[in-house]
């Protein structure tokens, strides 16, 4: 007989899915169907948790702000690169060993371990060295970063996938970015509200605050009740990552999805031009602040509503969410052209900022359920595994390349990514629907 704790937690998963229909669980076997509620809120909990250290410690805002404040500005352009491509490029190697484990949680639990030992050298670096020595430490702690979150990545897909049946996966991880964006806020409010430029101690403290949230998640997703699945044959790690790149030759629809997920990279390249265009209007510490709010602001007002609508067709998800950043890419760029960068007053970026932080969390929540449903058993582990790798050696590529088209301006660099996304919204409508049944 469950216990009233059990209850409480099934009529809550029940409000939440709108749980009518008892075939739902078409996808997974019985046994893991039983215990969807419970693995819901664990996986909801350690979601929340490790999004909300993502945006305290992101490269985007904080940690190029903490690098300018402690005196080493030169490293702020490695701080993306490292933070995305880091956690991409090794993962057909990951994957290639994730695979051959009938249980895979232990991966993630490890990786979320790895990122809050990894901040807590960030911590370290800057409390006790200075300059560039200790911006060294951060970008050296980003490394081992990236590499614990590529075993969070590849496991997480293939947890979510065994555990939560489809149909549900896009509402969870839409209430995950809902959840943490909204603590964000709050966050924010509170470490910002009437606060100058931030000092080495609150910079210290609030790595610290991070690594904990990574820690509480980790133990969070050790207690999800995963059921054993397949398993991949013998062969070194390296032989098996490189045997998995044949789907890209033979796979015509991932090919085509990898593709599509390599244009809508403006997205997530764009954001940092907002703030640098920003910076050039209004150099002051306060602007950390409203960033983060812009960034928190999207995730609790779209997350959801992105994960709800991914349901029924995260193919049009991606496709919408590419459209609002190529549009917000193409105006800013047209109207800092035509009228100058300084144009719009102080809250023309900021909001610029806000639009394309609600249209990137629609590509990437849009294009992380694609992934999940269009994939099962084995497939999964090699899909998540091969498309990261291939994106993150995409990323630095396009990263070089907006790099040399920003030594024209700025403003070129955005439309170019505005473009960029308008190419993966056309793309995207040549996809197939996975969603459904």
């Not at 985007?60 to 490695?78: E, F």
């Not at 949680?105 to 809050?116: E, H, I, N, V």
Request: some cysteine; hydrophobic content about 50%; aromatic content about 8%.
């Amino acid at each position: 007989m469950p216990t009233p704790k059990n209850d409480a937690t099934e009529r809550l998963y029940s409000l939440i899915a709108n749980e009518e229909d008892a075939r739902v669980c078409t996808d997974i076997p019985d046994e893991a169907c039983r215990e969807v509620p419970r693995n819901f809120f664990l996986i909801l909990g350690s979601n929340v948790l490790t999004k909300l250290g993502d945006l305290l410690v992101s490269p985007k805002t904080v940690l190029a702000w903490l690098l300018s404040a402690i005196g080493a500005p030169a490293l702020v352009a490695w701080l993306v690169p490292i933070r995305e491509s880091g956690s991409m490029i090794p993962q057909m190697v990951i994957g290639a060993w994730v695979r051959r484990k009938p249980v895979r949680k232990w991966f993630w639990t490890l990786g979320s371990f790895g990122q809050a030992a990894s901040v807590l050298g960030m911590a370290a670096s800057i409390w006790f060295l200075e300059g560039y020595a200790a911006g060294a430490g951060v970008v050296g702690a980003l490394v081992l970063f990236s590499l614990a979150r590529g075993f969070c990545s590849v496991s997480m897909k293939d947890v979510q996938g065994k555990c939560i049946p489809k149909k549900r996966r896009g509402r969870l991880s839409g209430l995950a970015s809902t959840i943490g964006g909204s603590a964000t806020v709050v966050l924010t409010a509170l470490l910002f509200w009437n606060r100058g430029d931030p000092g080495v101690l609150f910079y210290t403290l609030l790595l610290l605050l991070a690594a904990g949230l990574w820690v509480i998640a980790g133990l969070l997703f050790a207690s999800v009740d995963e059921y054993d699945g397949e398993t991949g044959g013998g062969g070194n790690a390296l032989g098996e990552a490189l045997k998995s790149l044949s789907l890209l030759r033979d796979d015509g629809p991932f090919r085509h999805f990898v593709v599509t997920r390599a244009l809508l990279l403006c997205s997530a390249l764009a954001s940092p031009y907002l703030v640098v265009l920003a910076q050039k209007n209004a150099d002051s510490g306060w602007l950390l602040g409203v960033f983060l709010l812009a960034s928190s602001l999207a995730s609790s007002v779209s997350a959801s509503v992105w994960g709800w609508m991914a349901d029924d067709s995260s193919r049009r998800v991606m496709i919408r969410g590419a459209l609002i950043s190529s549009g917000v890419c193409l105006l800013v760029g047209v109207i800092a052209l035509l009228a100058g960068e300084d144009t719009g007053g102080m809250w023309f970026y900021p909001g610029a900022f806000f639009l394309l932080s609600i249209a990137h969390a629609g590509v990437r929540l849009g294009r992380k359920t694609y992934l999940v449903d269009m994939a099962g058993g084995n497939k999964r582990t090699d899909y998540t595994a091969v498309s990261n790798t291939v994106i993150g050696i995409l990323l630095l590529l396009t990263g070089g390349l907006t790099a040399l088209v920003s030594m024209i301006s700025d403003v070129a660099v955005i439309l170019l990514l505005g473009l960029m996304g308008l190419a993966g919204a056309i793309s995207a409508t040549r996809l197939k629907e996975v969603t459904a049944d």
